[in-house]
């Protein structure tokens, strides 16, 4: 029996079945060729280690130095919001007070211990709540001991008698944490004579 060669087979295929030719392997019959070796710089790794270690720690320091940041200033408004908080507590004291003690009683507390001065201050660490803790304050200012409730917080409450002659008195709270680096909450409250 005689084999058929591959072109007797490829036409008889061909004459019965439509045949999709393909293109040539790019591979067939081409020699081998070694592939390149690249070239050995001596040094170049280590130069390169020690850049991408500088960027890494760069980058490290970056991200304490903003980490750093974010605290001081989350600790500065929650700060300043508690300032803030402890001074409108003594406007509202103040108002209250005019109320429960009367405005004669307090126009000639603060007209004594102003004697001359058309301004006077007291350092409010905690605030009266009957007549005779109000009689008893002594103008001063705050000092770091005189916290209020144990906190870093100083509040002191400046009144303005410049205008006592037309029933009017101007109060100005201030309340700073002991940093010094702060400007702290101010509050001011005019209060009138009621009749």
Request: with cysteine.
């Amino acid at each position: 029996m005689v084999r058929p060669t591959s072109r007797q087979l490829a036409s008889h295929l061909t004459s019965q079945h439509q045949l999709v030719s393909l293109p040539p392997s790019p591979f067939h019959n081409q020699e081998q060729l070694p592939m390149p070796r690249p070239k050995l710089q001596k040094g170049q790794t280590i130069i390169e280690v020690l850049v991408a270690a500088a960027l890494t720690a760069l980058a490290f320091v970056g991200l304490l130095a903003l980490g750093s940041i974010s605290i001081r200033t989350t600790s500065y408004s929650r700060n300043q919001n508690l300032a803030s908080s402890y001074s409108s507590q003594a406007a509202d004291w103040l108002r209250n007070t005019r109320t429960s003690f009367g405005w004669g009683a307090i126009a000639a507390k603060l007209s004594l211990d102003a004697g001359a001065n058309p301004t006077v201050t007291y350092c409010l660490p905690t605030l009266p709540t009957t007549q005779a803790e109000f009689i008893a304050l002594s103008p001063s200012t705050c000092n770091p001991s005189q916290t209020i409730d144990s906190t870093i917080y100083l509040r002191s409450i400046t009144f303005d008698l410049t205008k006592l002659n037309n029933n009017l008195i101007k109060a100005i709270i201030d309340t700073k944490w002991l940093d010094n680096t702060n400007p702290g909450a101010r509050v001011e409250v005019t209060l009138g004579k009621t009749e």
